[in-house]
């Protein structure tokens, strides 16, 4: 079974307007976290936000947030007002277990590329 | 934030041939870089974990013996693809991270374009 699953390939967004990003994932550890990372065509992979399994609050970062529903296994983020710069591929991943303990290993969806709309 | 740099950016060069990526930490020091492989339209798949001062930890299908990895340094994790093909072409991207930082960020480089001819 996929760990990360984004079933959106492709979303085309008009500027402006609000957008979601589908995340869901798999995991039997009760410890895990989970990241967005925007890709832009430079092939840079850009840290846009994070959410621990035990984090009571859906994280936010500016205008990113992450819609974290623990029972459903999703992870959506959300991005308000888009802008054209907005314009990348975006991954969603998880990290398994504790960092404590040298869990530092990210597996990645298969991203969905956004193209924001003028 | 932490900078990873790696170079070359791109790389081009002939089949048979070996070819050294380099992933440097630029204002930290990280004791673990990983390598990630990205095929074009596609997901970033873990290579290896690069620890400084031991082996590096291979990822399931990936042939220690073609991607060659060294983590010399605190600062520095070089790859080498030896005896490179055109089924190498690919984006490889190194990350890092903190010693002593947050739990929740890796800090990623900017990728390097290898193609074999």
């Known amino acids: 079974a996929q760990k990360i699953t984004q079933t959106q390939p492709g979303m085309f967004v008009q500027e402006k307007e609000a957008v979601t990003l589908d995340c869901t994932y798999d995991?039997?550890?009760?410890?895990?976290?989970l990241f967005w990372y925007k890709q832009p065509s430079s092939g840079e992979m850009i840290f846009l936000i994070y959410q621990g399994s035990y984090d009571q609050q859906n994280a936010t970062e500016g205008r990113y947030s992450l819609n974290f529903q623990k029972a459903r296994k999703s992870a959506n983020l959300v991005i308000s007002a888009s802008q054209l710069g907005d314009s990348a591929m975006y991954f969603c991943a998880m990290r398994e277990g504790l960092w404590d303990f040298g869990n530092e290993k990210l597996t990645f969806g298969t991203g969905t590329r956004l193209t924001i709309i003028p | 934030g932490a900078v990873v740099s790696q170079h070359p950016s791109r790389v081009i060069c002939k089949s048979g041939t070996s070819v050294k990526i380099e992933c440097r930490s630029l204002d930290f020091q990280a004791t673990t870089m990983f390598w990630y492989r990205q095929f074009p339209k596609k997901s970033l798949m873990l290579m290896a974990t690069s620890n400084e001062g031991s082996k590096a930890t291979y990822e399931q299908g990936v042939e220690k013996d073609k991607f060659l990895i060294n983590h010399a340094s605190l600062t520095l994790s070089t790859l080498t693809v030896t005896s490179a093909h055109p089924e190498d072409s690919s984006f490889y991207i190194c990350?890092?991270?903190?010693?002593?930082?947050?739990?929740?960020?890796?800090?990623f480089g900017p990728g390097t374009r290898l193609t074999v001819l």
């Open positions: 990350s890092a991270r903190v010693v002593a930082g947050t739990d929740n960020e890796q800090f």
């Open positions: 995991t039997s550890d009760p410890s895990y976290g």
